[in-house]
């Protein structure tokens, strides 16, 4: 009775922890934005370093080592597109906000890898500016710029438990603004034209601290 006891408890302890593991053969979490994919990368990275360090400087262990690590790229980019395509009409979660109504919820789809090994997502839904969004601007700048041609990006912002922002990606941008009472004006009901977003594969730490999820336009160019 003991003995099964020990293996229960035993049982449900890994139950436990392949529970709070993310999928697709990944050890690490799973994420609020991008689900199993940054933790994919991070198992990629980490065997990729392992293997780097256990060669020799030698040409011949250089050469089995740069074999090892195109196998497993190959392996990892299967990994990740699968986990990518399993992305495609989840919702992404995201807090409410005066600024912006989402029409459609926002979501991310696998498309294609960008290089060797970064992956590229679509990024789908609808998303429009809720009210009259007014930026202020120097007189200068307004008159040496023509407004026609301007366009807000429209950014995703990760933030952990204490409201920090800890990630941000741009996935689209608004066009139409206007220049009234010497403000830039990104007027309400003007709808977002929705991009593709590129995954950086050194960013596992930063979405692992992800607790809420908001949308924000970036006017640091302005």
Same mark, same amino acid.
């Given at each position: 009775?003991?003995? /099964?006891?020990?293996?229960?408890?035993?049982?449900?302890? !890994? +139950?436990?922890?392949?529970?709070?593991?993310?999928?697709?053969?990944?050890? &690490?979490?799973?994420?609020? +934005?991008?689900? $199993?994919? @940054?933790?994919?990368?991070? $198992?990629?990275?980490?065997?990729?370093?392992?293997?780097?360090?256990? !060669?020799?400087?030698?040409?011949?262990?250089?050469? *089995?080592?740069?074999?090892?690590? $195109?196998?497993?790229?190959?392996?990892?980019? =299967?990994?990740?597109?699968?986990?990518?395509?399993?992305?495609? =009409?989840?919702?992404?979660?995201?807090? @409410? =906000?005066?600024?912006?109504?989402?029409? %459609? @919820?926002?979501?991310?789809?696998?498309?294609?890898?960008? /290089?060797?090994?970064?992956?590229?997502?679509?990024?789908?839904?609808?998303?429009?500016? !809720?009210? /009259?969004?007014? +930026?202020?601007?120097?007189?200068?700048?307004?008159?040496?710029?023509?407004?026609?041609?301007?366009?807000?990006?429209?950014?995703?912002?990760?933030? $952990?438990?204490?409201?920090?922002?800890?990630?941000? &990606?741009?996935?689209?941008?608004?066009?139409?603004?206007? &220049?009234?009472?010497?403000?830039?004006?990104?007027?309400?009901?003007?709808?977002?034209?929705?991009?593709?977003?590129?995954?950086?594969?050194?960013?596992?730490?930063?979405?692992?601290?992800? *607790?809420?999820?908001?949308? &924000? +336009?970036? %006017?640091?160019?302005?």
């Amino acid at each position: 009775m003991k003995i /099964n006891s020990i293996i229960t408890g035993i049982t449900l302890f !890994a +139950i436990a922890i392949l529970s709070s593991c993310g999928g697709s053969g990944s050890s &690490a979490e799973s994420c609020m +934005i991008f689900g $199993d994919v @940054p933790g994919l990368y991070a $198992d990629y990275q980490t065997q990729s370093d392992k293997i780097k360090q256990a !060669a020799e400087k030698s040409e011949t262990d250089y050469k *089995k080592a740069s074999a090892q690590i $195109d196998e497993l790229k190959e392996e990892y980019r =299967g990994k990740i597109e699968e986990a990518g395509k399993k992305l495609a =009409g989840q919702p992404i979660e995201i807090a @409410p =906000g005066e600024d912006f109504k989402i029409v %459609t @919820p926002v979501t991310l789809e696998f498309k294609e890898f960008a /290089n060797s090994i970064n992956a590229v997502f679509i990024v789908g839904g609808e998303v429009e500016a !809720a009210k /009259n969004l007014a +930026i202020e601007v120097s007189e200068s700048w307004l008159k040496s710029h023509d407004v026609q041609y301007l366009y807000l990006p429209l950014l995703l912002v990760g933030c $952990d438990e204490q409201g920090t922002e800890v990630t941000s &990606a741009k996935i689209g941008i608004f066009k139409g603004l206007q &220049a009234i009472d010497g403000k830039i004006v990104l007027p309400a009901g003007t709808k977002a034209e929705l991009q593709t977003v590129a995954y950086n594969s050194n960013d596992y730490e930063n979405y692992i601290q992800v *607790k809420s999820v908001k949308l &924000a +336009i970036d %006017t640091s160019k302005l």
